[in-house]
């Protein structure tokens, strides 16, 4: 895993020391993604400059170095990932007379570039990359983003200056454009929490989206092309679902995610895994130790509190798999003193909380291992999440139940506090017990009164109306606005599905983990997105993943064969912190820090007002708004550090 920057000038009209000097500060920005080596390549005679970070993972030779010269001399890469299937590759290109001069992955997708053309072996790559190719005989810049959008890759066209990297701050760190806040961005991530692609913080700086190949010649206009689309890959398996056995579907799903986790076993540095002890990190896990001949090295961490404590169920399924388990429990001191750093980490405004225990436990793993295969990934694609299995269960009331009805039954949710019904719920058993089940049913109250498409609508907003936050700002429209999906012939449960895989998993969660893992110089792989294991869910029934209140159900029956019923039956608990109790004790000077009424007047951006209200609501306790606030916090922060 690497870090990459890059830039093509308007014209060729700087020096090749100068160019040389321009490409090492835009990777060098980007030091902690590749701390192992750098390099850069230029030419200064069309004005092009590539830079590369590199972190040590197969081929730690020499022969690995980047940016790389195709054999032809023909191609340049500077290149972010890994190919897992280059070993196959390999074979094949050496089959058609292809030699080579190391083993790294970067040079079998070199020269099967070569040898193929870019388009042709892209859609032959298994893995997650994100990568920039000079062709050099027709002067053209192309920039590839994997299928599922594992791997960042930023770019900007201004008037002519190209300009691309791993994160934002490569693209800051060119010192050629002046970054410019983007307030219909912001507006966005509001509503989101994150950014969405293609739009990024900053005015004219995109995100390649997932997919996607980018292609430009100077004096010409960019064009983007699909070689991998979510939405096709949907169309194309409903419409082949076979209902088949349980039998068949548990071997087919073993056979697909099996091959998925022993690709990404492969490197010639230590491998390791998260294991929080749900249902995707335990299937991960006990399909690694079911690869490898010795145990698995396991990594969790703890929480003082017990309500967002995950560290025992892990504890239990690594013994029972018998890893080398190591965890870790941190104070809540450990974890707020992480806070200050997430501005550096997540260069444009990122708010889902789950950052700081993500980054903690990449931060304890990068202690052992160089690479940490994660099960992130598996909610989205095996219907994990609880919105799912209450969307499910909603559907007949919102189709059938008169709006005014519901919204009677909403009023009455919302008559208790968060906390008055988390301590009711307290009679519960542990097990059987939802985490935040008080936050849990106030968001049912926000969304019991709409439809099938505002009840998604409503459940993914922090701020359903971030217009009358983000002063003068228009929120540009996103997938869940696109009228095909309303045609589509999808149900509620698989339209959530489809949203989610193609907005939230890619710019929240495997941003969430890309961020906080190489943060500290640490490869985290997902088999769960493994494409091939995204189309083969596609195919299944819904009945397959989604069957009687229970969510990921075939991936269930697949973990009955490597561990006891009890480590799987348990209600699905997130990767959380107290956030909200936090905001009302140790963090509230510095939340009222960021969210006074005279500094949000001053800087003119927020509306005071709406922000205030929110805040006082939150202190109250009459709400727990820890996620809508924790956005302004983010932004407030992220723009201390970055706009002044």
């Not at 009222?592 to 800087?603: D, V």
């Not at 809508?628 to 002044?644: C, H, N, P, S, Y």
């Amino acid at each position: 895993m690497c870090g990459i920057a890059g830039v093509l000038l308007p014209s060729p009209a700087m020096g090749e020391s100068d160019l040389q000097g321009l490409a090492t500060r835009m990777a060098d920005a980007v030091r902690h993604r590749g701390p192992d080596g750098s390099g850069s390549w230029v030419d200064a005679a069309v004005g092009l400059a590539f830079g590369h970070r590199r972190l040590n993972i197969i081929d730690l030779s020499d022969a690995g170095r980047q940016p790389m010269v195709s054999a032809s001399a023909r191609y340049v890469i500077t290149y972010n990932g890994e190919i897992y299937n280059f070993p196959d590759l390999r074979r094949e290109l050496e089959a058609e007379g292809v030699a080579f001069r190391g083993r790294s992955d970067t040079e079998v997708a070199l020269e099967a570039i070569a040898r193929w053309g870019l388009a042709s072996a892209v859609e032959r790559f298994v893995g997650m990359f994100a990568f920039a190719l000079w062709d050099r005989e027709t002067g053209t810049l192309s920039l590839v983003r994997d299928r599922l959008g594992i791997k960042p890759l930023y770019y900007a066209n201004l008037g002519g200056l190209f300009l691309f990297g791993s994160e934002l701050k490569a693209l800051r760190a060119s010192n050629l454009w002046e970054p410019e806040l983007d307030r219909d961005a912001l507006a966005a991530f509001l509503r989101f929490n994150y950014v969405p692609a293609p739009h990024t913080i900053y005015r004219d700086v995109k995100k390649l989206e997932p997919g996607s190949i980018l292609s430009f010649r100077r004096g010409e206009e960019a064009r983007i092309a699909r070689y991998w689309d979510l939405a096709d890959v949907v169309d194309t398996s409903l419409s082949n679902v076979t209902v088949t056995v349980t039998g068949e579907a548990v071997a087919g799903l073993e056979r697909v995610l099996s091959e998925a986790v022993r690709a990404r076993l492969v490197a010639d540095v230590p491998v390791g895994a998260f294991l929080s002890g749900g249902i995707d990190s335990t299937a991960v896990v006990a399909l690694m130790q079911a690869h490898s001949s010795r145990p698995v090295r396991t990594f969790t961490i703890g929480f003082e509190e017990s309500d967002f404590n995950e560290a025992e169920h892990a504890k239990n399924v690594a013994a029972h798999l018998g890893t080398e388990h190591t965890e870790l429990y941190v104070s809540p001191d450990d974890s707020r003193d992480v806070i200050p750093r997430l501005a550096d980490l997540y260069d444009e405004p990122f708010a889902d909380s789950s950052q700081i225990p993500t980054f903690l436990i990449s931060e304890l793993t990068r202690r052992h291992v160089a690479v940490a295969l994660s099960g992130d990934g598996g909610d989205e694609v095996f219907c994990g999440y609880n919105r799912y299995v209450q969307g499910q269960r909603l559907e007949p009331c919102i189709q059938h139940v008169p709006r005014g009805l519901r919204q009677v039954g909403a009023v009455a949710l919302r008559n208790l506090s968060p906390e008055a019904w988390t301590a009711m719920f307290r009679a519960v058993p542990a097990r059987w017990r939802p985490s935040m089940i008080g936050d849990k049913i106030h968001k049912l109250a926000d969304v019991l009164p709409g439809g099938r498409e505002e009840y998604y609508r409503r459940l993914i907003s922090h701020w359903p109306m971030p217009e009358q936050v983000v002063c003068t700002a228009q929120e540009p429209a996103s997938l869940i606005d696109e009228p095909c999906l309303s045609a589509r012939t999808l149900g509620p449960v698989e339209r959530m599905q489809y949203l989610d895989t193609a907005t939230y998993l890619p710019d929240d969660i495997l941003t969430k983990v890309d961020r906080a893992s190489m943060g500290v110089s640490l490869e985290a792989r997902v088999p769960m997105i493994d494409h091939r294991v995204v189309s083969f869910a596609w195919t299944l029934p819904l009945h397959m993943k989604l069957r009687d209140g229970t969510g990921k159900w075939l991936v269930r029956r697949l973990l009955q064969a490597y561990v006891p019923q009890a480590l799987i039956d348990r209600p699905k608990a997130g990767f959380a912190i107290p956030l909200g109790a936090w905001l009302r004790g140790p963090l509230r000077d510095w939340a009222e820090s960021l969210l006074s009424e005279q500094a949000l007047n001053a800087e003119g951006i927020l509306h005071a007002p709406a922000v205030r209200a929110a805040w006082d609501a939150h202190l109250s306790g009459r709400q727990n708004l820890q996620d809508r606030l924790w956005g302004v916090l983010m932004f407030q922060a992220w723009k201390g550090r970055w706009l002044g």
